[in-house]
């Protein structure tokens, strides 16, 4: 695990090495057991090292002499020791290391790009061609692993995380209006802008070609659409060996494919739970586990559950408590280490993990993914109700349903929700394409134009309007569940979960985003996800839990999804409604400057009151004003 620069351009070799250096500095977190760096005229390419694999040898830049091919790599491939045998029985000889990057070294001289394909892992990768002059960049499927880039038409640029791009001296800083435009929306910044004009990020599942004299090229190397296959009905057991297999292979290779202690980070819910439970099954024993909780959690405080699971499984457990003055201290640098305005709250109790988990293992296995390729969250009471519209539609008139007030009193009478219920005479094909679901859609066009004074940008719903058409499917789950894993997924969860681990020099992997189990999940019915039982009552992710009927406790199987709970938003009522104005709308407010203060002023007494999601508009406002204030920014 590292991070990785590079630049490409007109700068003589000892300016480029210059540019590379202060490049690769400025992300000294993310590898700071040794660095790298070669530079040529016009060329040059760095790296920092976190040792995990190879811990004597490994060092890159790595050179192929014959082809005259360097590469420098972040992340890992778990295959690598299968891929290397497969390598070596073609007759490749002459190995240096014991290392991963030799691997994908030695894959990309033998099969070009198309050795990408033969790669399991997370990754993010510069191959310099220095006698075409060419550079490949290449990100992982499900973009676990962060790459930018800059192309100003003179010099192009890349790098694992924003801020070594902006250390380069060669990036104006220029804010993305429309990317912030966008973050108010989702409070993200969706893929591919950033919050810097010139700066982009490269896709999941994307490689960019670059040479001298030409333009970035972005090409798609792998998708995988949410598409069931229903040719070939099989039952629950067969269904069940499946998964398990895939899913007990994906943790043992991210344990096996180390050669330094990994932990777990365990929150006591289901999927970080799961990964535990399957790490024991496949003989690993006596490894940490890392919880994290507040210490007014209350009803919400997980770290019971968390320590239930660690005694069922045997771990060494630790655990870190945060409070409000903690939380209010470290917004700045969580702020700081995301490179972007993320207003996702548990970052600042990730980073807080990250740093107790730092003192015991390198690498920690995280459960991401999971409610995305096999359907969590609150998607059992939506498929429920698609499942009461779709009888409504098999068995009442189309005509009968144009009828608003007909279809009102079938929708009570089948108990469908109020949302569902408007669009119970729309062919299901068509529903999300028009309600355009999403995990987080907070500020809306109009809000936008009366909060942003003198403002207005192309509306945030084209993002997802492009997202929906581009999903294969006609079922609405499976749309979503498409939808979800190209954007909520990247942008907030993998985002978040890269950068507060780096920034303590942590390794984090994700078992259930190995591309094997997401292809498998993304082929699945719906019942294998979401399952009505004989009860009548759905439940969600329910391969998952049948895996784990045997492995875990029956109060970790039964307890609701929570997320992690933040208890930021209801400070907001409890007092910390005060800071908030200072913040938004005192002398040093920079939002304030460009915002409308009534408006602003308004979000905040909605919030203090608990009104709608008012709290979550608030949070999104704080860090935004937070990141313009790290980063010396400016809207107005």
């Not at 070009?112 to 993010?124: K, L, Q, S, V, Y």
């Not at 939380?327 to 700081?336: G, K, M, S």
Request: proline share 4%; net charge neutral; charged share 30%.
């Amino acid at each position: 695990m590292c991070g990785i620069v590079g630049i490409v351009g007109e700068l003589p070799r000892a300016e480029a090495s210059a540019v590379v250096r202060r490049m690769n500095e400025s992300i000294f977190h993310r590898g700071p057991d040794e660095g790298g760096e070669w530079a040529d005229d016009g060329f040059a390419f760095g790296m920092r090292r976190l040792s995990i694999i190879d811990l004597a040898g490994g060092h890159q830049p790595m050179w192929d002499e014959p082809t005259r091919t360097g590469v420098v790599f972040n992340g890992e491939i778990y295959n690598y020791r299968a891929l290397r045998e497969r390598l070596e029985a073609r007759g490749v000889t002459g190995w240096a290391t014991r290392s991963d990057t030799e691997v994908v070294l030695r894959t990309l001289v033998e099969d070009g790009e198309a050795g990408i394909h033969t790669w399991n892992g997370m990754f993010a990768v510069a191959a310099w061609d220095a006698r075409a002059k060419k550079l490949t960049l290449v990100r992982d499927r499900m973009g676990v692993k962060p790459l930018y880039y800059f192309w100003d038409g003179k010099n192009f640029l890349f790098a694992s995380e924003i801020k070594a791009l902006l250390a380069s001296g060669l990036v104006a800083r220029r804010v993305n209006r429309q990317a912030v435009w966008d973050y108010l929306t989702f409070r993200y910044v969706p893929e591919p802008e950033t919050v810097w004009e010139d700066v982009r990020k490269l896709p999941p599942g994307h490689l960019l070609r670059f040479g001298r004299g030409g333009e970035p090229q972005v090409v798609r190397y792998w998708e995988s659409d949410v598409v069931a296959d229903e040719r070939e009905p099989r039952d629950d057991a067969e269904v069940e060996r499946e998964f398990a297999a895939l899913f007990e292979d994906a943790v043992n290779l991210r344990l096996v494919a180390s050669d330094v202690p990994v932990g777990v980070f365990l929150s006591g819910g289901l999927d970080s739970s799961a990964i535990a439970a399957a790490a024991v099954e496949q003989g690993h024993q006596n490894f940490h586990t890392f919880s994290v909780g507040f210490d007014d959690g209350g009803d919400d405080d997980e770290l019971p559950f968390a320590r239930r699971v660690a005694e069922h499984v045997g771990a060494r457990h630790h655990e870190v408590v945060v409070n409000q003055k903690q939380f209010l201290d470290e917004l700045p640098e969580v702020v700081r280490a995301a490179d972007e305005p993320l207003a996702d709250l548990t970052l600042v109790p990730l980073l807080a993990v990250s740093r107790l988990a730092r003192r015991d293992v390198k690498v920690v296995l995280s459960g991401e993914g999971s409610d995305e390729i096999l359907a969590g969250y609150n998607l059992d009471q939506m498929e429920r109700e698609w499942d009461r519209v779709r009888a409504i539609q098999g068995r009442v008139p189309r005509a009968v349903l144009a009828s608003g007030a007909v279809l009102s009193k079938i929708g009570r009478a089948r108990g469908v929700g109020q949302k569902f219920e408007k669009l119970a005479g729309v062919p299901l094909a068509e529903w999300n394409r028009r309600a355009l679901p999403h995990m987080t859609r907070y500020f809306d066009q109009g809000e936008k134009e009366n909060l942003w004074r003198g403002e207005s940008h192309a509306d945030s719903d084209r993002i997802l309007e492009a997202q929906y058409a581009a999903a294969r499917s006609n079922d609405p789950l499976q749309q979503l569940l498409a939808v979800y894993q190209k954007s909520w997924l990247v942008e907030d969860l993998l985002m978040k979960a890269d950068k507060m681990t780096m920034a303590t020099s942590l390794e984090a992997r994700t078992p259930f985003l190995d591309f094997r189990l997401v292809e498998w999940a993304n082929r699945q019915p719906n019942r294998v996800k979401v399952r009505r039982e004989r009860s009548g009552l759905y439940t969600t992710k329910s391969v998952l839990r049948r895996f784990c009927a045997t492995r875990l406790p029956r109060e970790i199987l039964t307890r609701p999804k929570k997320g992690f709970p933040v208890p930021a938003y209801r400070w907001l009522r409890e007092g910390l409604d005060s800071w908030a104005r200072d913040t938004l709308l005192g002398a040093e407010s920079r939002l304030a400057r460009a915002f409308d203060r009534e408006a602003v002023s308004r979000t905040v007494e909605d919030a203090r009151q608990g009104i709608g999601d008012a709290r979550h508009r608030v949070w999104l406002l704080l860090i935004l004003e937070t990141w313009l204030r790290v980063w010396d920014a400016q809207l107005a």
